[in-house]
C-alpha cells in the first residue's frame, strides 16, 4: 500500500519560516521524482517546487530564493524548507511523487500565513 504523508503545516506570521516533510512507503522512493503542489482556497491546485530522482530541482517563479525541496533518499522522505513566507503562501500543500506514469499523492498539510 502506497503512502505519502505529509507534516509540517501550521500557522505563522509573514516573514516565517516552516518545514514541511512527506515521508512515503509503498513506493521505491529513490527513483521517483518528487513534488509540492498547492492549492488555496477557490483556486487550482499549482506546482511549487519538483526534484527529480537524480536531484535536479526546480521551482516555480513566485517561491524561488524563498523556498527548497530537498530529498533523502536512506529517509525516503522529501522536504520543502520555506522561509520568507507572504499571506499568498497560504494554501494546503500537497507532495506527489511519479515514476513514468504512476503516480500518487498524499493528503496534504495546510500552511496559514497571516499579516
Known amino acids: 500500500q502506497v503512502q505519502l504523508v505529509e507534516s509540517g503545516g501550521g500557522s505563522v506570521q509573514s516573514g516565517g519560516s516552516l518545514r514541511l516533510s512527506c515521508t512515503t512507503s509503498?513506493?521505491?522512493?529513490?527513483?521517483?521524482?518528487m513534488g509540492w503542489y498547492r492549492q488555496a482556497p477557490g483556486k487550482q491546485r499549482e506546482v511549487v517546487a519538483l526534484?527529480?530522482?537524480?536531484?535536479?530541482?526546480n521551482y516555480t517563479d513566485s517561491v524561488k530564493g524563498r523556498f527548497t525541496i530537498s530529498r533523502e533518499n536512506a529517509e525516503n522522505t522529501v522536504y520543502l524548507q520555506m522561509d520568507s513566507l507572504k499571506p499568498e503562501d497560504t494554501a494546503d500543500y500537497y507532495c506527489?511523487?511519479?515514476?513514468?506514469?504512476?503516480?500518487?499523492w498524499g493528503r496534504g498539510t495546510q500552511v496559514t500565513v497571516s499579516s
Open positions: 509503498g513506493i521505491v522512493f529513490s527513483i521517483n521524482d
Open positions: 526534484i527529480t530522482s537524480g536531484g535536479r530541482v
Open positions: 506527489k511523487s511519479q515514476y513514468r506514469l504512476s503516480y500518487y
